[in-house]
């Protein structure tokens, strides 16, 4: 969430006497000690701040973000809201320390069975809070999870990108963009290359896409970022979204930053319709299809032949874009944590 939080940050600090900005930098993987470090600096912080006057605590909360969901639980006076990026839960696993993840079973045989108590254990810290999701979705199912809070939706925002060339005037290709991880489609690259027509072509570009194997008809770059970040979108026509949020856990609701970012580039989306991405195929911007990695496979073949279609749906970007920039979709936070 580090790019989402720089930019956030700048939007919405004018709209305050003083921010401090207190970053967790073991990025899901901590020990016992680092969570109860940061969660003990939090509070000094907090109490602090809280001397010289009126305050507000805002947290960016993530599925494996430990220090930030036990930093939240603060004393009841102080207002307290949270972003909730994979949604439904501000957490999903509260005890993922760096020890317990190392042996997964373990990890598993702690979270799995014990779901209702930690699902009770969240109810507890976010009674009477104001949540954000940054999908309707997503807030829907906030609020059916956190009953005892406010759940509101917002938008992910689009960054300020350059211009690039119209989609019809960029090579005939799909690409897949981001982090490296289980379930976000990368291991179905070899499939879509196998369904996808000979003169279309698939660029990679992400963190840890380098130590993807290599396939014959794939361009793999491995992170990009600056202009070759703005190389790799100019190189392709849609972006391949073929990940699901499904999890023996639940269906999580998270927004998808890699989608803004290729919306940013004026790049539409093939994608399945799971989770969040079923709400984007109705907003514009985005084709969902029924079924996986073949049915993509199948509507690239047909849409990136049809110049017609392309036009018309990079007219939706283009308009998602004007829609869906950082001070307009800052609107909700604001306007909540004015009431507060």
Same mark, same amino acid.
């Given at each position: 969430m580090g790019d989402y939080a720089d930019d956030f940050v700048a939007a919405v600090s004018p709209q305050f006497e003083s921010v401090t900005d207190y970053r967790i930098t073991a990025d899901g993987?901590?020990?016992?000690?680092?969570?109860?470090?940061?969660?003990? *600096?939090? %509070?000094?912080?907090v109490l602090?701040?809280?001397?010289?006057?009126?305050?507000?605590?805002?947290? *960016?909360?993530? &599925?494996?973000?430990? &220090?930030?969901?036990?930093?939240?639980?603060?004393?009841?006076?102080?207002?307290?809201?949270?972003?909730?990026?994979? &949604?439904?839960?501000?957490?999903?696993?509260?005890?993922?320390?760096?020890?317990?993840y190392r042996y997964r079973l373990l990890h598993h045989a702690v979270h799995y069975p014990? %779901?209702?108590?930690?699902?009770?254990?969240?109810?507890?810290?976010?009674? #009477?809070?104001?949540l954000f999701a940054l999908t309707t979705v997503g807030a829907d199912n906030v609020q059916i999870k956190m009953k005892d809070s406010t759940a509101i939706a917002s938008r992910i925002f689009v960054p300020p990108r350059d211009e690039l060339p119209a989609l019809i005037d960029r090579p005939r290709a799909v690409g897949m963009f981001g982090h490296v991880y289980k379930g976000k489609g990368f291991d179905l690259i070899g499939r879509l290359r196998e369904q996808l027509d000979d003169d279309i072509g698939i660029v990679v570009a992400g963190r840890g896409?380098?130590?993807?194997?290599?396939?014959?008809?794939?361009?793999?770059?491995?992170?990009?970022?600056?202009? *070759?970040?703005?190389?790799?979108?100019?190189?392709?026509?849609?972006?391949?979204?073929?990940y699901s949020k499904d999890n023996p856990y639940g269906k999580a609701f998270a927004a998808s930053s890699a989608v803004s970012r290729s919306f940013a580039y004026n790049t539409p989306i093939?994608?399945?319709?799971? #989770?969040?991405?079923? *709400?984007?195929?109705?907003?514009?911007? &985005?084709?969902?299809?029924?079924?996986?990695?073949?049915?993509?496979?199948?509507?690239?073949?047909?849409?990136? %032949?049809?110049?017609?279609?392309?036009?018309?749906?990079?007219d939706e970007v283009r308009e998602l874009r004007s829609a869906r920039t950082i001070d307009k979709c800052v609107l909700p936070f604001v306007s909540a944590w004015a009431k507060l």
């Open positions: 993987n901590e020990s016992v000690a680092e969570v109860v470090a940061a969660v003990r *600096e939090i %509070r000094r912080v602090e701040l809280e001397k010289k006057g009126p305050i507000l605590v805002h947290f *960016e909360q993530s &599925a494996g973000s430990q &220090a930030t969901f036990w930093g939240s639980w603060l004393p009841a006076r102080i207002p307290v809201t949270s972003t909730i990026h994979d &949604a439904p839960y501000p957490v999903w696993w509260p005890f993922k320390t760096k020890l317990l014990t %779901r209702p108590l930690t699902t009770w254990l969240q109810r507890r810290v976010t009674k #009477g809070r104001t896409t380098e130590s993807l194997d290599p396939i014959d008809g794939v361009t793999v770059l491995g992170e990009v970022n600056d202009e *070759e970040e703005d190389a790799f979108f100019g190189s392709i026509r849609f972006l391949v979204v073929p093939i994608c399945i319709l799971d #989770g969040s991405l079923a *709400e984007m195929a109705t907003e514009g911007g &985005a084709i969902g299809v029924d079924g996986g990695i073949d049915a993509i496979a199948t509507e690239a073949n047909t849409v990136l %032949r049809d110049e017609f279609a392309q036009n018309k749906i990079e």
